[in-house]
Every structure is written in structure tokens, then in C-alpha cells.
């Protein structure tokens, strides 16, 4: 299918690290990212990995990638009541070959409590 | 450097109605692509146009249809507005350099609400 699966909630304590994770569809794909969207506002890039990466660190945020179980998942560290906001993975699709045509999982909420 | 914005951000239409929104891309972006992202979902994809044409397309019935214009802005049309076509809609820019990672930069959204 052409699911991107995600969890739909995360609540964690401001100064803890976030786990979100991410199974995608496509065994192909060259670059996996993630977004971030505020509420009232558009997506945010934060990150991307290539696919023959394992891992990206980028300041606070690590992504891991484990292609053979296509699995993704994004950690940020010291997480700060501003990082509170949906998360979504997102693949390029296979059926468009560009990066103007990615398939977005559904979110994942994350609430950072003080 | 303004970023990519869409107008209007909100809008009521009822049903039957037709409806235009538009975008105008980040300076130095040549490419379009807009999404509809319903309530709790993520984005899907509509179509991408480049060069005035459109390049891709995604699963949307032929109600929706585009434009670009020469100076890279571009407008989403949709004909004979359902109460399921109530979603946000975003529009997204990027500078064609003919690799598969260029940067998708998102406006805002337009908000339509469809009675």
C-alpha cells in the first residue's frame, strides 16, 4: 500500500528526549524527511536523510534510518515546550520521481509538558 | 526575502460553488506543487507545475485543475465544490535543479470550508 504509518501521540516532560517513529512504504526511496507544522501554519522542513545514511545528527535532532525494515524515526533531545507541534515523515512518492510529489504519514502529535 | 504565500487564508463556499486560490512562490523558486491536507491527516498531493505546465499529478478527480503563471505563481481551481473538498490547502515552492532533493518550502495554507 502506500501508507506512511505513523504514532499519532507523543507526551513527554520538557528537558526529556522524543522518539518519534515512522514505518514508510517504499524500499526505493532516496531521501525520507520530516516536517514539523505548527498550529494555523504550513510545514516546516527540519530534516531529511539520504538512504544511504544510517544516521543524521543535526544539533538537537538525530534521525536513524533502518531500511531494512523501512523504519524511520526522529529523536530530539532536550525537548523544549516550543518543539510541541505535529510531526510528519514523509517519503518521495514512487509513482512521481520528484521531490514535489511526497507521501505524507499522518502525524504525530507531541505535547512537551513543563 | 518574503516566503511562499497563499491567499486567502480562510474561505465559505457552499456546495455546486467553484473556487480559486493562489500562491506565489519563495523569490527564486520555479516549481509549484500544492496539497490538500483534510483534519487529522497529513498532506496529499495534488499536482506540480513547472515551467507553466503541469508536470504531476496525484489522485484528484479532474475538478481540480491548475496554473502557473510566467512569473511562477500559480492558482488551484476547484469545480463543483464538495463537502469533503473542505481541507487546508497548501502550496509549496522549490527551484528545479533537476535532482530529486531540492527543499519544498510550504506557504501557510488557505482554509476552505465548504457548507
Known amino acids: 500500500g502506500e501508507d506512511v504509518e505513523q504514532s499519532l501521540f507523543l507526551s513527554v516532560r520538557e528537558g526529556d528526549s522524543s522518539v518519534i517513529n515512522c514505518t514508510y512504504t517504499d524500499s526505493s526511496s532516496t531521501y525520507l524527511y520530516w516536517y514539523k507544522q505548527e498550529p494555523g501554519a504550513g510545514l516546516q522542513l527540519l530534516t531529511y536523510i539520504f538512504s544511504n545514511m544510517d544516521m543524521k545528527q543535526d544539533q538537537r535532532l538525530t534521525v536513524l534510518l533502518n531500511k531494512k525494515d523501512k523504519h524511520l524515526s526522529l529523536r530530539i533531545a532536550d525537548t523544549q515546550t516550543g518543539d510541541s507541534a505535529i510531526y510528519f515523515c514523509a517519503e518521495i512518492s514512487p509513482y512521481g520521481g520528484s521531490q514535489g510529489n511526497l507521501i505524507f504519514g499522518k502525524g504525530t502529535k507531541l505535547s512537551v509538558k513543563p | 526575502d518574503a516566503g511562499v504565500t497563499q491567499s486567502p487564508t480562510h474561505l465559505i463556499k457552499t456546495r455546486g460553488q467553484q473556487v480559486t486560490l493562489r500562491c506565489s512562490p519563495k523569490s527564486g523558486h520555479d516549481t509549484v506543487s500544492w496539497y490538500q491536507q483534510a483534519l487529522g491527516q497529513g498532506p496529499q498531493f495534488i499536482f506540480q507545475y513547472y515551467e507553466e505546465e503541469e508536470r504531476q499529478r496525484g489522485n484528484f478527480p479532474d475538478r481540480f485543475s491548475g496554473h502557473q503563471f510566467p512569473n511562477y505563481s500559480s492558482e488551484l481551481n476547484v469545480n463543483a465544490l464538495l463537502l469533503g473538498d473542505s481541507a487546508l490547502y497548501l502550496c509549496?515552492?522549490?527551484?528545479?535543479?533537476?535532482?530529486?532533493?531540492?527543499?519544498?518550502?510550504f506557504g501557510s495554507g488557505t482554509q476552505l470550508s465548504v457548507l
Open positions: 509549496a515552492s522549490s527551484q528545479d535543479r533537476g535532482t530529486t532533493n531540492e527543499k519544498l518550502f
